[in-house]
């Protein structure tokens, strides 16, 4: 067993990030077994040292991006839920609990001596201040207070989250380890399928297996479902609620002190059984308790639950010592027991027949007993393990499908008795549902791998066929890029082996391009569980849509791989080319992988990097080795990363020897090479601006011109490992996203943080789409693809740097948070995203000249305004039309004959004009008038700012005496015009307004002062204030001749 110091000395190899690699290595399968292979009875001491270390291991694997092995799943579960030792209780499970909780936060690389101050003391049976938690493995935990957020994490007032991303709605998941339930609509005549996906459930249609709802989210996973004609029952930690229509929750049943994992509904009641073995009748509508029943663990652990078909009032119980137990609910009796068969019921399931019921156990039987008479009528045996789920067909074919933990199903001939078919490799892990659809040869099944898939029984050999399919990654992605400009497909790369693409339009259009092989047909013949030659998952892959419909498009490397394989996204399959470059390596012993790969926009070759520092070229179409980089390597470290310009142009290369080169394309000579402070970690290229974003160890990000090679912006602000990058479309954004659980938005342009928050588990990859409207994203052990919708897009959002203290919020992924949480973020961003108006001063300085900001054409065409009228002048005067009398005049006499209309001749109208009306004092004119002795004219200002060009004229025109105006209200405009030039605000009108003064009343012959030796020569106190204006300093540029 390890001691204490070296317990102490890997705590101290924690410390540093760039070290979980070696740590991993040393937790293997080996320093496990010696807990478990021990001669006699392991001590507690012993299961508690293994517990730690198990969750230990499994956390760092989580944060350096690799899924535990079934072996360890294995250990965790017999040492943490082995109840003859209570490990929860233990210091030592604290200790590895209180260490997870750190890292999980990104506080790796501030691990201090003040975190193991409460743990220094080993032999403590309680550690004061730290209360028993539980914990099991696989639960997925949520802060649910400030209190139990990491202190980086806490926010020190109510904020709306983003500034810029809205959370949209989740891709790529379909079920999970909860069993399904099968419904029939009575209206729409259609059955419906019900999975859970985490705290939510979605309804499928099995006509088209088209999504029809998503329930709102709940505060937890729901562990188990059940449904009626009318409700979907779904549990949730130690309560159970109910949904109408598939989407709200109309009741609420609490009563329970440990987690629901049995539902059943039962006429107007439900039925609910909780991990301590307590069963409760809850009445629907009321909500209240009808019944409780206790039972004892260690004699009867219930497993299963089935009412019997015509068995009013009654349920039969499993138990997993193997025994079951037919009881009464409404008179609360035990009616009969029946002793099992040696093994635990893990199914209970009704057969066609009355009083026949089918049980599976543990040990892979699956018993078929009659109720009535308590007999044994057929007994079946499944080599796969624990019977998971069993259904009936009743479409007149008497057959039997079982479910298997490792993923075939088992089809049995009820009159024969014999196994008529087997379905194997319908899923990838367990199977967690099998129903057919009533009266109709369809199967529907679920299973962990988070897949649906509905079989039809149309063969004669008895086995069914794939009809539909709803599947998504079976283990968390690694990598994730839109494929194509519409942004409508999203190329994903899973733990799993395979690659897929989503669709963000419907799920109708996804496709799944398979696993890895090295040899696509011996693959085949053996079977994709059984394939030793498949190739491991793909850490990160490229494409291009230029040549795919010629040939392959994709390229991805592989994790500790070193050929680089081809993938078609036409053909939804493999390539026909690897790219293997060990005939072009100078030793090829070395332990060498492809690393990071590239594709020319031309869609012609890919560009590979190694991890022995080698930069090789290909050609797509033909697989041919192009060359490669540099006489003998690129670089004298690993290839971080690697991109080639828009014009085939520039290749760059970035080394783990801290330094970026540039290579010319076509010849592979060096042309520039640049040196970072550190390591980098990744690079990204925008091909349209030119800017290459650099991620580097010690959690900073520089850009970089491709053009200039300068260092353009450096961003500081993560706190952990940065995992990916992404520019908007017009590369004005770069968003990163780090280990630290933060997606961050920096602003290119400003060279500031504009938006960052928090989500509950970090981001493994992020990609922004071609047309800017969706931010998609993947997260560590998610096995979902969340899309952020950009706010920008439909919305008024101030974009205001952040402060350099900003504590960013906590923002819960899209389908996860709460309906209630949704409604308060809601009216926070109404109130907070509206664009702060920035109200700027009418005068900045007092030296400077401000414009009014007046489109041209109110004040550019002023002096210009008789050429426009002489163009637009009519040729001919309007001819008026004649008007017809509503009674047309007749002459008097026997035969009717009309009036001829009588000619107004043209000595009858009369030459004199109406002047009435144009002695009216215009407002315009008031104002000035009323300035003479007020000296203000900003109300006249603002009223000629208000007026059009040919407004403007007239008003000028009638301040003379010959229009109506006086000599006073003509000084007054003056006047107006010399504050405004005084002021130095609205300088181009105050400009075309003099000069249209000027050209309509030619008042001076010579002006300027070079014509007039002392301004007392002017005859009119009316030019007083005019010579000032035009020998004034600002307004030299008039041409004062062309005005005259």
């Given at each position: 067993?390890?001691?204490k ?7 101290e190899v ?6 979980l ?8 399968d080996?320093?496990?077994?010696e807990f478990?292979q ?8 012993t ?9 230990l291991f ?6 350096v ?9 294995h250990l ?9 030792y ?10 590895a ?7 999980q936060w990104?506080?790796?690389?501030r ?5 193991l101050?409460?743990f220094?003391d080993?032999a403590?049976?309680?550690?004061d201040?730290?209360?028993?938690v ?8 949520r ?9 980086s ?7 709306k ?5 809205s959370g949209y709605r989740?891709?790529?998941l379909?079920?999970n ?13 259609e059955?419906?399928?019900?999975t ?8 499928y249609?099995?006509?088209?297996l088209?999504i ?9 996973d729901i562990t188990c479902l ?5 409700l979907?029952?779904a549990a ?15 009741h609420?049943?609490?009563?329970h ?46 497993s299963?639950?089935?009412h ?14 193997g025994s ?12 009969y027991t ?12 009704q ?5 026949v ?11 078929i007993?009659?109720?009535k008479?308590?007999e044994?009528?057929?007994?079946f045996q ?9 259904s009936?067909?009743?479409?007149g ?5 079982a ?14 008795k ?10 990838t892990t ?14 529907i099944?679920?299973?962990?791998d988070?897949?649906?898939r509905?079989w ?14 709803r ?9 994730l890029?839109?494929h ?9 790369s899973?733990?799993?082996?395979t690659l ?7 799920e ?13 047909k011996?693959?085949k ?33 592989h ?9 078609n996204?036409?053909k ?7 790219f293997?470059p060990?005939?072009?390596?100078n ?5 060498v992988?492809?690393?990071a790969?590239?594709i020319?926009?031309?869609g012609?070759f ?11 070229v290909y ?15 690129a ?7 690697v991109?080639?310009d ?14 970026i080169?540039?290579?010319?394309f076509?010849?592979?000579e ?13 690079i ?7 800017m290459?974003?650099?991620?580097m160890d ?11 090679r300068?260092f353009v ?5 993560h ?21 630290d659980?933060t ?10 943080l504009?938006?960052c928050?928090?989500?509950d588990?970090?981001a493994v ?8 409207d ?6 560590v ?8 919708s950009n706010?920008?897009l439909?919305?008024?959002?101030s ?9 960013p ?11 209630q949480?949704?409604?308060?973020s ?5 109130v ?14 007092e030296?400077?000249?401000?414009l009014?900001?007046?489109p041209?054409?109110?004040?550019k065409n ?8 002489k ?5 001919e ?7 017809v ?5 007749t002459?008097?006499?026997l ?7 009588q ?27 009323s300035?003479?002795n007020?000296?203000?004219y900003?109300?006249?200002?603002k ?6 060009p ?17 000599l006073e209200v003509?000084l007054?405009?003056l006047?107006?015009?010399?504050n405004?030039l005084h002021?130095?605000?609205?300088f181009?009108l105050?400009?075309?307004?003099l000069?249209l ?5 030619k008042l001076v ?5 070079k014509?007039?030796?002392?301004r ?6 009316r030019?007083?204030y ?5 020998n004034?300093s ?11």
């Open positions: 067993m390890i001691i110091d070296e317990i102490v000395d890997y705590l924690c410390v540093s990030p760039n070290a690699w070696d740590v991993v290595q040393e937790f293997d080996d320093s496990f077994k478990i021990s001669e006699g009875e392991p001590s507690a001491d299961y508690h040292t293994a517990a730690y270390f198990l969750i499994l956390m760092l694997r989580k944060i991006g690799f899924a535990p092995g079934d072996s360890h799943m965790v579960k017999y040492l943490l839920e082995d109840q003859k209570n490990i929860y209780r233990t210091p030592i499970f604290h200790f609990y209180y260490i997870i909780k750190v890292l990104g506080s790796v690389g691990f201090t001596a003040l975190h101050q409460p220094s080993w403590l049976p309680v550690i201040g730290v209360q028993p539980v914990w099991r493995p696989g639960a997925v935990e802060p649910e207070s400030h209190s139990q957020v990491h202190p994490a806490r926010r020190m007032s109510r904020s989250g983003s500034n810029i991303f989740a891709l790529a379909y079920c380890q909860v069993p399904h339930v099968v419904r029939f609509h009575q209206r729409h005549r059955f419906y399928l019900v859970a996906v985490g705290a939510a459930f979605h309804t249609n099995v006509k088209k088209g029809v709802a998503v329930s709102n989210a709940l505060p937890e059940a449904a009626d004609r009318m979907v029952f949730h930690g130690n309560s159970v609620k109910a949904f109408a229509r598939n989407k709200e929750i109309v609420s049943y609490k009563g002190n440990s987690e629901v994992h049995l539902l059943l509904p039962f006429g107007d009641h439900v039925i609910s059984v909780d991990r301590d073995n307590k069963l409760i009748v809850w009445d629907v509508q009321s909500e209240e308790e009808y019944l409780q029943l206790n039972f004892d663990k260690i004699t009867f652990a219930i299963a639950l089935l019997p078909s015509t068995y009013i009032n009654k349920i039969l119980l499993g138990s997993q010592q079951l137990q037919l009881w009464n609910i409404k008179s609360n009796k035990l009616l029946f002793q099992g068969w040696g093994s635990g019921v893990s199914a209970l399931q057969a066609p027949a009355v009083d019921v089918a049980v599976g156990l543990l040990s892979g039987q699956i018993i007993h009659n109720l008479y308590d044994m009528l057929m007994k499944q080599d796969w393990g624990p019977i998971t789920a069993i009936f067909r009743t479409d074919y008497p057959v039997m499908a479910g298997s933990p490792v993923g075939h199903i088992g089809l049995w001939d009820l009159e024969e014999k196994l008529i078919a087997q379905m194997r490799e319908t899923h367990a199977v967690t549902g099998v129903t057919f659809v009533h009266g109709e040869p369809l199967l099944t679920t299973g962990e988070n897949a649906i509905v039809i029984f149309d063969a004669p050999e008895g086995g069914g066929r794939l009809l539909r399919c599947m998504g990654h079976s283990a968390p992605p690694t990598k890029k839109y194509g400009s519409d942004g409508q497909n999203i190329l994903s899973g733990r799993d082996g897929q693409s989503f669709s963000t339009i419907h109708r259009f996804n496709k799944s391009l398979g696993h890895g092989s090295i040899n696509k011996k693959s013949k053996k079977g994709l569980r059984y394939d030793t030659r498949k190739l491991p998952p793909i850490t990160t892959f490229a494409s291009e849509t230029a040549r795919q419909s010629y040939w392959d498009g994709i390229v991805a490397c994790q500790g791989y070193l050929i680089s394989t081809t993938w996204y036409q939804t399959s493999m390539g026909a080319h690897k293997d060990r005939p072009f390596l030793d090829c012993t070395l332990d992988y492809s690393m790969v590239d020319t926009s031309c012609n890919a560009v590979v990097g190694l991890s022995s520092g080698h930069v090789d050609n797509l179409q033909s697989g041919i080795h192009r060359g490669q980089y540099g006489k003998e390597k670089h004298e470290g690993q290839i971080r990363g991109a080639v828009g014009l085939n142009q520039l290749t760059i290369t970035a080394g783990g020897d801290k330094m080169k540039f290579w010319k076509k010849s592979k060096l042309i520039y090479t640049t040196t970072l402070d550190a390591s980098p970690t990744s990204l290229l925008h091909r349209n601006s030119g290459l974003a650099v991620a010690d959690f900073r990000i520089v850009v970089l011109d491709s053009e200039t300068k912006r450096r961003f500081t602000g706190q952990n490992q940065i995992n990916d990058m992404t520019f908007n479309p017009d590369g004005r954004w770069l968003i990163s996203a780090s280990m659980c997606i961050r938005t920096w602003d290119l342009p400003s060279g500031c504009i938006d928050f928090l989500v588990s970090a990859s992020i990609t922004m789409s071609p047309t800017g969706f931010l998609a994203s993947a997260h052990d998610d096995l979902g693809i969340y899309l952020w706010k920008t439909y919305n008024v959002i974009l205001r740097p952040l402060p350099a203290d900003y504590q919020s906590f923002v819960m992924l899209p389908g996860v948070c709460q309906q949480e949704l409604e308060a809601d009216i926070e961003e109404e907070e995203d509206q664009m702060i108006e920035y109200d700027s001063a009418e005068q900045l300085g030296q400077l000249v401000t009014s900001l007046l041209e054409s109110r004040w002023l002096l210009n305004l008789d050429i426009i009228k163009r637009n002048r009519p040729k005067p309007p001819k008026v039309p004649k008007s009398p509503f009674f047309i005049p002459i008097p006499g035969v009717t004959h009309f009036a001829a209309e000619q107004q001749t043209t000595e009858d109208q009369s030459k004199v004009v109406n002047l009435g009306v144009l002695t009216q004092k215009t407002e315009l004119y008031l104002q000035l008038e300035a003479l007020t000296n203000s900003d109300h006249a200002v009223l000629m700012k208000e007026m059009g040919s407004n403007i004229d007239i008003e000028l025109r009638g301040l003379a005496p010959d229009g109506g105006g006086s003509m007054s405009f006047q107006m015009i010399g405004m002021s130095k605000r609205d181009e105050a400009q075309a307004y000069a003064y000027l050209k309509s009343y012959t010579v002006l300027g002062a014509h007039v030796e002392n007392f020569q002017f005859q009119s106190y030019c007083e005019l010579y000032w204006a035009i004034s600002v307004y030299k540029n008039i041409d004062i001749d062309s005005v005259i």
